[in-house]
């Protein structure tokens, strides 16, 4: 209550938990079931059973709780270290930080189980075989997603090599013909030099009584021929 004066006024907060979901909303019955799906497998690495139903209600052992408490703690960890807000709501619907025993995230699971059955999304007689078989088939799906990937990371590394070796035979080429320009400049250069030396070498003298002689010169002006 806040108050100035002779007026106060009251204000009312409601607190929520960022974990959890609105269920009114059909997306986040999808979110939902992705998040279980998740915190399943989280569950299966660690515990096995008849029955997924059986592993459910079935107490983990001392070294099970351990193994869980050193996935929980990484998992944590590796939230912690996310720099931005935008990293670290990115998962909110996966991963959440208050199952810290095995026990909390089997609770955790069966909370998400009872929603989602309300949903008609999961049938509990039937071992919840649709979100197992979910399950089975995003396993599938990662291993056909990998095996892509690794095929076209392959095919990538094998057109880098071939851009690599055009790369390289293109700029051999074009220092060759570079050479063969330069080469055939200096042969042009070369071949002018000599014709004019070998116009100069060509080049005749004669006198004027020579070329008068030869009907060439006829005569010169003011010079008499006798002076040729």
Same mark, same amino acid.
């Given at each position: 209550? &806040?108050?100035?004066?002779?007026?106060?006024?009251? @204000?009312?907060?409601?607190?929520?938990?960022?974990?959890?979901?609105?269920?009114?909303?059909?997306?986040?019955?999808?979110? &939902? @079931?992705?998040?279980?799906?998740?915190?399943?497998?989280?569950?299966?690495?660690?515990?096995?059973?008849?029955t997924f139903t059986s592993i459910l209600h079935t107490g983990a052992s001392l070294q099970?709780?351990?193994? +869980?408490?050193?996935?929980?703690?990484?998992?944590?960890?590796? =939230?912690?270290?996310?720099?931005?807000?935008?990293?670290?709501?990115?998962?909110?619907? &996966?991963?959440?930080?208050?199952?810290?025993?095995?026990?909390?995230?089997?609770?955790?699971?069966?909370?998400?189980?009872?929603?989602?059955?309300?949903?008609?999304? %999961?049938?509990?007689?039937?071992?919840?075989?649709?979100?197992?078989?979910?399950?089975?088939?995003?396993?599938?799906?990662?291993?056909?997603?990998?095996?892509?990937?690794?095929?076209?990371?392959?095919?990538?590394?094998?057109? %880098?090599?071939?851009?690599?070796?055009?790369?390289?035979? +293109?700029?051999?080429?074009?220092?060759?013909?570079? =050479?063969?320009?330069?080469?055939?400049?200096?042969?042009?250069?070369?071949?002018?030099?000599?014709?004019?030396?070998?116009?100069?070498?060509?080049?005749?003298?004669?006198?004027?009584?020579?070329?008068?002689?030869?009907?060439?010169?006829?005569?010169?002006?003011?010079?008499?021929?006798?002076?040729?």
């Amino acid at each position: 209550m &806040l108050g100035t004066g002779d007026k106060s006024t009251e @204000f009312g907060l409601v607190l929520t938990n960022k974990w959890e979901l609105n269920m009114s909303d059909e997306s986040n019955i999808q979110a &939902l @079931f992705s998040k279980t799906k998740y915190l399943i497998v989280d569950l299966l690495k660690i515990q096995r059973g008849e029955t997924f139903t059986s592993i459910l209600h079935t107490g983990a052992s001392l070294q099970q709780q351990e193994l +869980y408490k050193a996935i929980h703690a990484r998992r944590v960890a590796a =939230e912690n270290a996310k720099t931005s807000e935008v990293e670290k709501n990115s998962k909110i619907a &996966l991963f959440d930080p208050n199952d810290t025993t095995i026990e909390l995230l089997k609770n955790h699971i069966i909370k998400n189980l009872q929603i989602l059955e309300q949903h008609k999304l %999961v049938t509990p007689t039937e071992d919840y075989q649709e979100v197992l078989t979910s399950i089975a088939k995003d396993i599938c799906n990662q291993r056909k997603y990998r095996l892509r990937r690794k095929q076209d990371l392959k095919k990538m590394v094998a057109t %880098v090599e071939r851009m690599n070796k055009k790369k390289k035979y +293109y700029g051999e080429a074009v220092t060759y013909y570079q =050479e063969y320009v330069k080469a055939c400049v200096k042969q042009l250069i070369e071949g002018q030099k000599n014709r004019v030396k070998e116009i100069k070498r060509k080049t005749a003298k004669y006198s004027a009584q020579k070329l008068y002689e030869k009907g060439i010169l006829v005569e010169i002006e003011k010079v008499p021929v006798s002076s040729f």
